[in-house]
Every structure is written in structure tokens, then in C-alpha cells.
């Protein structure tokens, strides 16, 4: 077990020991509290002369009064109780969504640690083959090509990064122009195409689909979508494109054929450093930024992202964004 987390566990158990410690006295001191006060009213009731004329109304008063403390001791004592769990839980979450979160930063930093270094290896690699061997063209434009995807791959990651850090901190400002959403899918796609062409990338783009928004953007969300279909589908399965104009709604269908997303996984995908649990997927390059920022960027062009199943096997991501009427 990591250091870090040994701490983390040791501070947990210290936590329960003190909440445990907090409720017991709380106990005994309304134990305590409940045998004095009874045996003070027996004390007041042994000095009341039994000859009083007012005895037995002396008596009911003092007993009424006993159980007025009683009643107080029980209500003030289960507003603090109350208090104190309702702190102890909030608490808890708290420090359970921050060791979530330390844990997913740390496997963050693992997976881009190994992102950035496996295509400057690549690159570095190819230029130092080129450097030191004579290779005739076709080793060459081979090698040149592996190195430009490479660097594209290297591009993506960084601006994923980049945009991720600037719409969070409120940063990053947003373009809104008219673009025409069928030539913006269709130029990623065709990149896709040039990228991979041992990849059979099918498309079905409609043309002159026109929004507002943010060029820039809308090109990560399109290339994170084909990124994940064209990683996670088996190299002989094609990748579906789809674009159409349903009424006054721009829908954009990414199809893959990889191994799917089980239902209470698919909200979770979305979420910041999010990876799938199955062993398929965690094999894949990635850091789990990419659908989140895709989804950053749809809802901010208020636009809808979700998933459906494909028909035979994989995904299904659908971008849906109002057209300018």
C-alpha cells in the first residue's frame, strides 16, 4: 500500500475514534445530567414537611419540573447529536471527494506523463533513423508519416489540456460566428482519412448546416469524438460519421464498433479524468479529458451530447446543436 495512502487511512481511523469518542460523552453527560437532576428532585422532595398543607402540589410541581428537564436534557441533546453527525457525514464526503479527486490527478499525471513521452520517443526515433541510415523513399515517407501522426497525436493532447485549464478558470473567450457545421466535419474527417488510411472511415456529411459558435472549439469536440472511435474500434471495423439536420437541430452521429459502454457508465464518461473500468479501454492511449471537454464545449454552445448503443457492437456519441433558422 502507497505511503500517501496509508495517511489517508490512518487519518480516517483517527476521525472515527474522536466521532466515536464525541458521541459516547455526549451519552454520559446526558446520562449524568439525567440522574442528577432526578436526584435533586428527590432531595426537594425529603425537605417538604409532610404536614405542608400544599404537599402533594408541591410534590407534582417538583415532578413536573423534573420532567421539563428531562425534556430539555432530550431535546438539546438530539439537536447535538444531530449536529454532530450531520458534521461527521459532511465531513466525510468531503474528504472522500478529495481523495477521489487526489486519486484521479495522480492517474492523471501518470497517463499524460506517458502520453507526452511515447510520441516524442516516436518522433525522436524517426528523425535519428532518417539521420543515421540511407533509406530509400518509400522507408522514408513511412517514417515521415508515423512522425506527423505522432505530432498530431502530441497537438491534440496539448490543446485538450490547454483549452480544459482556460474554460475552467474562466479564461478561455468564446467566438461566436456563423460556421457552416457540415464543412467543419467534413474537413476533420478528411484529416482523419489522410491520417489513418488503412482505417475505413465512412461519412454522411449533409452540407450548408449553419450555427453560431466557436470554429475552434466545435473542431476539438468533432476530432475528440472521431479520436475515440478510430482508438477504440478493432482496426478491421469501420468508423461512422453522420451528419444531418433534423428540423432546427445540427445532429452529428460518431459510430464506433469498439467493445461499448455499459449503461451506468455512460454519464460517467464525461466526468473529468474519467476512464472505463473494463480492461479494453484502459489499454487504449488516453487521460480521460477528451469527452470531458467535449462536453464542455457542447454545453456551452447550448447543445446536447449523450450515447447510444450501436446496433451490432460499440458506441454510438450524438452531438446535437441548434441551426441558425
Keep these: 500500500m502507497p505511503l500517501k495512502s496509508k495517511k489517508i487511512y490512518s487519518i480516517f481511523f483517527i476521525y472515527w475514534i474522536l466521532l466515536a469518542y464525541i458521541i459516547a460523552a455526549l451519552i454520559f453527560w446526558f446520562i449524568t445530567l439525567n440522574n442528577q437532576s432526578q436526584l435533586m428532585s428527590e432531595l426537594k422532595k425529603q425537605n417538604i414537611p409532610l404536614n405542608a398543607q400544599n404537599y402533594q402540589s408541591q410534590i407534582e410541581k417538583i415532578e413536573n419540573d423534573s420532567k421539563k428537564k428531562v425534556n430539555q436534557y432530550n431535546g438539546e441533546g438530539s439537536i447535538f447529536l444531530l449536529v454532530i453527525m450531520a458534521g461527521a457525514l459532511v465531513f466525510y464526503k468531503a474528504v472522500r471527494r478529495q481523495f477521489k479527486i487526489s486519486q484521479e490527478q495522480q492517474n492523471f499525471m501518470m497517463a499524460i506523463t506517458h502520453e507526452l513521452k511515447t510520441p516524442i520517443a516516436v518522433a525522436k526515433l524517426n528523425l535519428e533513423t532518417m539521420q543515421k541510415r540511407k533509406l530509400d523513399e518509400n522507408q522514408q515517407q513511412r517514417l515521415i508519416y508515423n512522425t506527423i501522426s505522432e505530432t498530431n497525436r502530441l497537438d491534440t493532447l496539448c490543446n485538450n489540456m490547454l483549452i480544459s485549464s482556460q474554460i475552467e478558470a474562466g479564461g478561455y473567450r468564446f467566438v461566436k460566428e456563423e460556421i457552416d457545421l457540415g464543412k467543419l466535419v467534413d474537413t476533420c474527417t478528411e484529416e482523419f482519412i489522410t ?6 472511415i465512412n461519412k454522411n456529411i449533409e452540407k450548408e448546416i449553419f450555427i453560431t459558435g466557436d470554429p475552434m472549439l466545435l473542431q476539438i469536440a468533432v476530432n475528440n469524438l472521431i479520436e475515440n472511435a478510430i482508438k477504440y474500434s478493432p482496426k478491421d471495423m469501420p468508423v461512422g460519421i453522420n451528419l444531418e439536420l433534423n428540423d432546427t437541430v445540427a445532429e452529428l452521429q460518431v459510430t464506433d464498433n469498439g467493445p461499448g459502454i455499459e449503461d ?26 477528451g469527452l470531458y471537454i467535449t462536453r464542455k464545449i457542447v454545453k456551452n454552445h447550448g447543445g446536447n451530447i449523450f450515447i447510444l448503443n450501436n446496433t451490432n457492437a460499440g458506441s454510438i456519441f450524438t452531438i446535437q446543436l441548434a441551426v441558425i433558422v
Design 264 to 289: 451506468d457508465e455512460k454519464k460517467k464518461v464525461f466526468a473529468k479524468f474519467y476512464r472505463l473500468g473494463n480492461e479494453a479501454t484502459k489499454r487504449a492511449k488516453g487521460t480521460g479529458l
Design 195 to 200: 491520417r489513418y488510411p488503412n482505417r475505413t
